[in-house]
């Protein structure tokens, strides 16, 4: 295991103490975790570009830790009822489908690797700026517009891995 699977191992294990910190109410300790987490994941990948440490568990762990964090940051806040429960559910039926996806792909045979788009990279930043905005706001006083844009990127991104997928069919099925 080298250093940019660590740093990915150590964004799951602050999960736990999030979720905590979360449910004990303590929102200022749950955004510098959150943060924590979002830092270790740029230098994860910044570590493993400029060491040239790359590796298949890297490639499986961090978006992993990636998901993991996400969604259990949307699942707890949705529970404690900061966050809709129709807004987590459309980002963990998402991310279910994306998954879905690739494994129907990999098992019939299809070897393309899941890379994320202009889009998902925008949809990923605005799920973690809503999570950012929600604990930010000491008085659980926010917007909701917040959501609906994660929402529509979150939409549109799922239809274009969806468009991605017929292609990818399409094209071998033209071979």
Do not use: H
């Amino acid at each position: 295991m080298n250093i940019p699977n660590l740093f990915s191992v150590f964004r799951l294990f602050i999960t736990i103490f999030f979720i905590m910190a979360v449910n004990q109410g303590r929102f200022n300790i749950a955004l510098c975790l959150f943060i924590a987490q979002g830092l270790s994941d740029l230098l994860d990948g910044f570590l493993a570009r400029v060491m040239k440490a790359k590796t298949y568990l890297g490639a499986i762990l961090d978006p992993l830790a990636d998901k993991v964090m996400l969604a259990s940051s949307y699942i707890v806040l949705s529970i404690k009822g900061f966050i809709p429960l129709w807004v987590t559910s459309i980002i963990i039926m998402r991310d279910f489908l994306i998954a879905a996806g690739f494994l129907v792909l990999y098992m019939l045979s299809y070897k393309s690797r899941p890379s994320p788009s202009i889009l998902s990279k925008l949809t990923t930043l605005f799920q973690i700026m809503t999570i950012i905005y929600i604990l930010w706001s000491d008085k659980r006083e926010y917007r909701e517009w917040f959501f609906y844009i994660t929402i529509v990127l979150t939409v549109l991104s799922g239809f274009q891995y969806m468009a991605r997928g017929y292609k990818t069919i399409k094209v071998k099925e033209n071979i």
